[in-house]
């Protein structure tokens, strides 16, 4: 490979995130990262390592048992390179995507279009950077002033779990310090509530929080990306919490013997935490068929553009129901909030949704054929592998390893190649000197 094409931004962040993997996967397989002071197998080290780094929280061994002091550490500092790695990554790929378009075609409509403007790269970091700590450091204050005083933890234990899930949360990671998950807090709506606000905020996405911030009394001049991002959001998580609500009331494996306040809160955190946080307050394992298939489309679609969250994303799923809307109208162009949706985000979202489609299909097709395991259960710890969101029936211990190398792959490809796979798309796109005759194959 020359070096001009290792330079290039399609090429730069699967390899950056190459490399932290391979660290932490050394780091991990020393005899101090393991509870026991033996060096761990190289397959739950690479494992867990791809977990941190893409944000996933999929895990073959326990975190809080495993690994020492030391590991526990190192799998932070994973998470939290890889969270925000990803949203420096995409929101300076946006930059560089936008300036090739303006320079290209000048749009007249590019503030609108285009949330991010051309600015100092590195000024863009530093407000990233501020995001992150400021989110981090007040939910970690939350939890653990909550665990020291609710709980009567000791502080420095108070302060660490608080940091440890702080970390977590924001990061969209999903790993946790117990073996149960938040599951011992499913009633507590004063340790989930801070733990939601940052999994959200995280999940939004820079470019929306950088608009949020600019134009926060000026919902009109929203650009639509935003606009698409938080309807979206808000549909996905009260239908979300609505229907898990009414598959789950009854069932004694999850909500059925909570009381009609704490079910509310359980399927609400529940919500939140599918859309790529992994955190889970009731078992997993215990859900109907209907709440999996719930979170098979809420894991698939994921949380917005340029953050910590995974999945094909809010607003391409958006861009694709505008899409659908106009094609039934008859319209000719596709629209949302008063503006026209360009066709090249029309096909960068088609062809996003149609290759990671391809991607989980390909992904159940191995493991099933790998393994004995209900197909449910394998599509379910497929699309959570691959949106990177961490959530388990807790079959993945079980797998084999040429199954768990695959989710490996998943995690990996799904947290750096969507966004690589847009970035290529727009940096790509070259206008021809000639144009074929047209036809219309039949459709339908």
Request: hydrophobic residues 50%; proline residues 3%; aromatic residues 8%.
């Amino acid at each position: 490979m020359k070096v001009r094409e290792v330079q290039h931004p399609a090429h730069i962040v699967p390899l950056a995130f190459l490399i932290t993997i391979l660290i932490g996967t050394a780091l991990l397989m020393l005899p101090v990262s393991r509870a026991d002071a033996v060096g761990a197998p190289w397959i739950a080290a690479l494992f867990t390592a791809v977990s941190a780094v893409c944000v996933t929280g999929l895990v073959t061994v326990d975190t809080g048992t495993y690994w020492s002091s030391f590991g526990q550490w190192v799998i932070m500092a994973l998470f939290q390179i890889g969270g925000f790695g990803m949203m420096t990554a995409a929101t300076l790929l946006g930059l560089l995507v936008n300036r090739s378009f303006r320079l290209r075609t000048r749009l007249t409509a590019q503030a609108e279009t285009h949330t991010l403007g051309i600015g100092d790269v590195s000024s863009v970091a530093k407000l990233v950077l501020f995001v992150t700590v400021i989110v981090e450091v007040m939910t970690a204050l939350a939890l653990a002033l909550r665990l020291h005083l609710g709980y009567d933890l000791p502080l420095a234990e108070a302060v660490w779990s608080g940091l440890f899930h702080s970390v977590s949360a924001f990061n969209n990671a999903g790993f946790s310090i117990h073996a149960d998950g938040l599951i011992r807090y499913a009633s507590d709506s004063y340790f989930l509530a801070p733990v939601m606000l940052a999994i959200v905020i995280g999940g939004l996405g820079f470019p929306v929080l950088q608009d949020l911030r600019n134009k926060l009394r000026d919902p009109q001049h929203w650009s639509v990306h935003t606009k698409l991002t938080l309807v979206g959001t808000a549909v996905l998580l009260a239908g979300g919490a609505t229907l898990l609500l009414a598959f789950e009331w009854a069932n004694p494996r999850t909500l059925g013997s909570m009381p009609a306040g704490d079910k509310l809160l359980s399927a609400i955190f529940a919500s939140v935490s599918a859309r790529t946080a992994g955190f889970n307050s009731i078992d997993i394992g215990g859900l109907t068929h209907e709440s999996l298939g719930l979170h098979y489309f809420l894991m698939f679609i994921g949380g917005g553009s340029a953050g910590t969250a995974g999945g094909v994303k809010v607003g391409t799923a958006m861009i694709l129901v505008m899409l659908v809307i106009a094609e039934i109208r008859g319209r000719m162009d596709t629209e949302a909030f008063g503006r026209r949706i360009s066709h090249s985000a029309q096909r960068q979202a088609i062809t996003v949704l149609v290759l990671s489609s391809a991607v989980v299909v390909l992904g159940t097709v191995f493991i099933l054929h790998t393994t004995e395991i209900a197909t449910d259960r394998v599509i379910f710890e497929v699309i959570s592998a691959f949106a990177t969101v961490g959530l388990s029936t807790g079959i993945t211990a079980d797998l084999p390893d040429s199954a768990q190398l695959m989710l490996i792959l998943l995690m990996y490809i799904g947290r750096v190649g969507t966004i690589t796979l847009a970035a290529s798309l727009a940096l790509g796109e070259h206008r021809m000197p000639f144009r074929y005759p047209e036809e219309h194959p039949v459709v339908g």
